[in-house]
């Protein structure tokens, strides 16, 4: 597979403050690599030194096999751009806005322009002031969606949208990743990351402390059951994949479960008549305090 995204041993200071200490990961044609980790973990400014926007103080970083500072005119001209804060030109409307991100990026694709503002439900006629946080989202990632890209960066596309259209958006990237396009995701909604990506790069503070592929991050992804029954349940503590077992008063017991675990789980669940049974999956808090307790 070809590599789209190289970075390096990157590094990159605001003055006294280093915001990025060693970032290095690669995104490969036809991926979709999830760049997650807490605020303020430096994701974002990994993608603005991506992007051109800031140089970085040391390391390297290519997209395209070009060199993202000094050659970046030439990068966006294939590339895909998606913030978590769509900024747009208020006086404009969302269509003429859309229509002129893509004039600005070489034409683009008209018919799925229309495809997008019909499945997004866009309002393209309204003034883009009047927009909600969410419609501006939808402008954003409708005009990133219509023009032909190689690489799509997105850093956390999908805040302010409600679920639906986040479940639009997810079957987009999916289409643009069997066309062989390369896709950078940043988030923070593990649930997203976990569907789309094929790879997870996870920093923290400035570092990447961890990457692979979800499989091998398995471990990490444990969700929180709650599980109340009529008979005793003590029996679910000695079940494959059940983690930190506490029974609690009254046949209820707090547990923490491999995701692969949870049908049979729940099947033995019923055996002992279920009252209850809550499944929470982990959120990324939980996924870093897991694995860096105690460092
Ligand atoms: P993330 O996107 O992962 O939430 P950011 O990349 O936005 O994190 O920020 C990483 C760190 O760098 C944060 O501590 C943030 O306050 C700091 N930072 C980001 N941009 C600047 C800047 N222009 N000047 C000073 N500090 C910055
Ligand atoms: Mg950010």
């Known amino acids: 597979m070809a590599e789209i995204v190289k970075v390096k041993n990157v590094k990159k200071n605001f003055g006294k403050f280093q915001a990025l200490s060693d970032v290095t990961f690669t995104v490969e044609a036809g991926e979709v690599v999830g760049f997650i980790g807490p605020n303020g973990a430096g994701k974002s400014t990994t993608i603005r030194v991506l992007l051109g926007i800031i140089n970085r103080q040391a390391g390297e970083a290519t997209i395209f096999g070009k060199d993202v500072w000094k050659d970046s005119l030439e990068i966006h001209k294939r590339i895909s751009y998606v913030p978590g804060d769509v900024a747009l030109w208020g006086s ?17 694709d008209h018919e799925k322009k229309k495809y997008l503002i019909r499945r997004f439900e866009l309002d393209p006629k309204k003034k883009a002031k009047s927009y909600s946080k969410g419609n501006r989202q939808k402008v954003g990632l409708i005009a990133a969606l219509s023009v032909h890209s190689d690489l799509y960066i997105f850093d956390e596309p999908t805040s302010g949208l409600d679920p639906l259209m986040e479940a639009v958006f997810q079957e987009e990237v999916e289409k643009l990743k069997h066309a062989g396009k390369a896709i950078l ?8 990351v976990e569907r789309l990506a094929d790879r997870v790069v996870i920093i923290r503070k400035g570092r990447i402390v961890e990457t692979g592929t979800l499989k091998d991050l398995r471990h990490l992804t444990r969700s929180t059951v709650t599980v109340e029954t009529k008979k005793d349940l003590s029996p679910l503590a000695e079940l494959k994949g059940v983690h930190d077992f506490q029974q609690k008063e009254g046949n209820s017991a707090i547990f923490s479960v491999d995701a692969p675990f949870i049908n049979e789980i729940l099947l033995e669940a019923t055996k002992l008549d279920v009252k209850k049974f809550e499944s929470v999956p982990p959120t990324l808090e939980d996924l870093f305090m897991r694995h860096y307790e105690g460092d």
């Open 92 to 108: 404009l409307t969302g269509g003429e806005i859309i229509d002129l991100f893509m004039k600005l990026h070489g034409g683009g």
């Open 185 to 192: 995701l940043s988030s923070h909604i593990l649930s997203e």
